[in-house]
């Protein structure tokens, strides 16, 4: 079984972008104006598991492609303002920098999202070789399946190069097949119940853990060392080869779920890169989303390991 590396950097390889989130103020009504509230912030899943990793202590490399406009400015100077290595991004001349535009009910549910990420088809299989020193020098690596298709299998061969485990957030429902041909390749998966439905022969049922815990396990047993799969308010469901498990959500207060997925999934990777077991690792996860859930952002700006075990009790 592949291992992380100490004291290596976890590379991260994905979108990055402008999160536009509007909360309904009442009753969504169709085809009119809603009042409601506005946030801006920056997000992309990969940029929020790099930065999730970086205020948890890890060193981080970041690959991501932005446009040549002010967005893809403050993402970048915002990167290195919170120790991300950015000298592996690109900044692609004539494009705009990636967004994802969502609408939450009145309850912080998400209603709808939109997103476009199509400067992220300039990470190209070349760009990956030509950033084979990361991972020479990294501990492990994560992707978000916005990469073009050709890309993911650069990626998933250099790091079978360099013996490094390699988690993958399927994103969506609709690029969740992208890591169908890799899954015996993969150290990690955490889809939420809608993707994992996609990479399994039976479909998940929100809420329904025992068929979450299926899920799982058949993901195992296609190669993936470990699945999780996350439930919402209904927890997470994971299993390795030697265990599985069902961790309960932890309540709280939902004042924006964007980011939360991400959140967990670096959790848990900071988690296994520090030797903590897969069981407690879920459980510092859910940690992380409970806080991300009631943070007006993406991501918690004081988070650390300390606030995820203050948390779990």
Known sequence: ???????????????????IIGRAGGDLQH?????????????GVARNVAENLA???????????????????QLLAQARQVGINVDACLTVPGEHTGAYLAVLDEQGNKHLALDDMRVIESITPQHIRNCRSLFGEASAVFIDAN???????????????AHLPVIADPTSVSLATRLSP????????????????????????????????????????????????????????????????????????????????DALTAAIIFALQNSIPIDEAVRLGASAAALTLRTTGSILPDLSIERLYDELR
């Open 31 to 43: 085809g009119t104006s809603n009042p409601g509230r506005l946030r801006f912030s920056l997000g």
């Open 1 to 19: 079984m592949l291992a992380f590396r100490d004291e290596a950097p976890i590379l991260v390889i994905g979108s990055a972008g402008l999160d």
């Open 55 to 73: 205020r948890l202590g890890s060193d981080v490399a970041l690959i991501t492609a932005v446009g040549d406009d002010p967005q893809g400015e």
């Open 182 to 261: 890799h899954l015996d390749a993969l150290y990690m998966i955490t889809p939420n119940e809608a993707e994992a439905s996609r990479l399994c022969p039976h479909p998940v049922p929100h809420a329904d853990r025992e068929q979450a815990l299926d899920a799982a396990r058949h993901l195992v047993s296609q190669g993936v060392f470990a699945a999780v799969v996350t439930m919402a308010e209904f927890g997470v469901a994971y299993a390795t080869a030697q265990t599985s498990g069902h961790i309960p959500a932890v309540k709280t207060e939902i004042l924006d779920p964007t980011g939360a997925g």
């Open 147 to 161: 990469l073009p298709i050709a890309t993911l299998g650069a990626v998933v061969s250099a790091a079978g190069r």
